[in-house]
């Protein structure tokens, strides 16, 4: 199993910026991809961004040129860099994981955290 513990979320007025953690614990070998999805109220989860443990990226449409997802393989963390944050961006994000390369159908999620922006 593992465990995956997202941090970072908060309260940002638009234009602002910030940086979600995520960490992950258990049999973490096992793990290659990982990335986030967020949920607004009344829409449907979403994929935001996924990085193989190779590093090879894939962003959603609406965050490119925004938002940049790292990760640390020694420290077994992903993060999201989320600048010039817009009201829609406003949702509960959430850190996955699977054992594949593909995001699409994880087989691990964080509790989510919840990032708001105001207008």
């Known amino acids: 199993q593992v465990q995956l513990v997202e941090s970072g979320g908060g309260l940002v007025q638009a234009g602002g910026s910030l940086r979600l953690s995520c960490a992950a614990s258990?049999?973490?070998?096992?793990?290659?991809?990982m990335g986030w999805y967020r949920q607004a109220p009344g829409k449907q989860r979403e994929l935001v961004a996924a990085?193989?443990?190779?590093?090879?990226?894939n962003y959603a449409d609406s965050v490119k040129g925004r938002f940049t997802i790292s990760r640390d393989n020694a420290k077994n963390t992903v993060y999201l860099q989320m600048n010039s944050l817009k009201p829609e961006d406003t949702a509960v994000y959430y850190c996955?994981?699977?054992?594949?390369?593909?995001?699409?159908?994880?087989?691990?999620w964080g509790q989510g955290t919840q990032v708001t922006v105001s207008s």
């Open positions: 990085i193989t443990v190779s590093r090879s990226t």
């Open positions: 258990g049999t973490i070998f096992s793990i290659n991809a």
């Open positions: 996955a994981a699977d054992t594949g390369r593909s995001l699409r159908y994880p087989d691990y």
